[in-house]
């Protein structure tokens, strides 16, 4: 993607990368909307169509700190496992379906999109009795933090695993006594309803988060645990050929204070499905053991 909400394909199979305009992002006015993370190129394990997974916003100056122009999170069609799709003109928004509520599936044919926090200007941060901004439990402070007169926006490329996406949010304000903050969603992209088990639509967080992982808590061996100031030994994803299509599984995320949470998730999309087949497996020897 590019600053202009321009999405781009390049084809590396042939001799040269071939680029292909595959979507032109933008607002509900028309305005572009800029991509500065990396998208994400995944399989639905259910019906082996190939989606990208991509969010907008930008934050790389302090005249993009103001900003208050809605930004989204995309899930675009793009062919299946065996090959791209023949895009004759870019996508527009026009042409993919609007996800108004996670904790309901939609049906879609060439993909959807959701619209991040809408910007409240009338938001008057909390403060303390002297006057000053208040910095503690902001994540309590709810939806109105949330739109803290600011658009939400994705600046940091998310995280994927067996059907679902999980990415972070940013919320920006104009007040640098302020500390931002953000939000965290994991949806399953081939349904467009949330992932989190509680059927939450997001996850505030009180700091912009830095770091997140997906990982399956249905190997034996001790799942995962925390504790003592962080997350200790997370059971790695099933490997090919494990059962994994009915087990839960859990995001890790930490702050960039040092925070750490998890999230318990339901990534049932099904890597045993018909859709996705394993087609060789081998050991791969470690130390000539």
């Given amino acids: 993607g ?21 979507a ?12 500065t993370s990396a998208p994400l190129i995944e399989i639905d394990p259910a019906t082996g169509k190939r989606f990208v997974l991509v969010g ?25 496992n065996s090959g791209f799709s023949s895009a004759s003109a870019p996508l527009t928004r026009g042409e993919l379906t609007p996800q108004t509520d996670l904790t309901a599936a939609i049906t879609f044919s060439k993909g959807w999109y959701y619209d991040l926090g809408s910007p409240n200007t009338n938001y008057v941060p ?45 919320l920006t304000t104009p007040d640098q ?16 309803h949330t992932a989190f088990t509680d059927n939450s639509i997001d996850i505030p967080q009180s700091s912009v988060v830095a770091s997140m992982a997906i990982v399956s808590t249905s190997n034996s061996g001790g799942g ?10 997370p059971t790695p994803p099933c490997l090919p050929g494990q059962q994994c299509n009915s087990n839960p599984c859990d995001l890790l995320s930490g702050d960039q204070n ?31 053991n």
């Fill in 2 to 22: 590019d600053l202009n909400g321009q999405l781009w394909r390049f084809d590396l199979t042939g001799g040269s990368a071939s680029p292909t305009l595959l």
């Fill in 24 to 35: 032109n992002l933008t607002d509900a006015s028309g305005a572009a909307q800029p991509v």
């Fill in 56 to 80: 907008t916003g930008r934050l790389l100056g302090k005249a993009d700190v103001a900003s208050t122009q809605v930004q989204d999170f995309y899930v675009i069609v793009d062919g299946t």
């Fill in 126 to 170: 909390p403060t303390n009795p002297d006057g000053t901004a208040n910095r503690t439990n902001l994540a309590t402070q709810g939806s109105g933090y949330a739109s803290s007169g600011t658009g939400e926006r994705v600046v940091m490329q998310g995280v994927a695993y067996n059907g679902v996406v999980a990415f972070a949010t940013q």
């Fill in 177 to 192: 006594c302020v500390p931002e903050v953000g939000n965290l969603y994991a949806i399953n992209f081939g349904t467009g």
């Fill in 224 to 233: 995962v645990s925390g504790g003592g100031g962080g997350v200790n030994s």
């Fill in 258 to 288: 040092g925070g750490e949470s998890i999230k318990s998730l339901n990534c049932s999309g099904g890597l045993g499905g018909s859709a996705v087949k394993l087609l060789n497996w081998r050991n791969v020897p470690v130390n000539g």
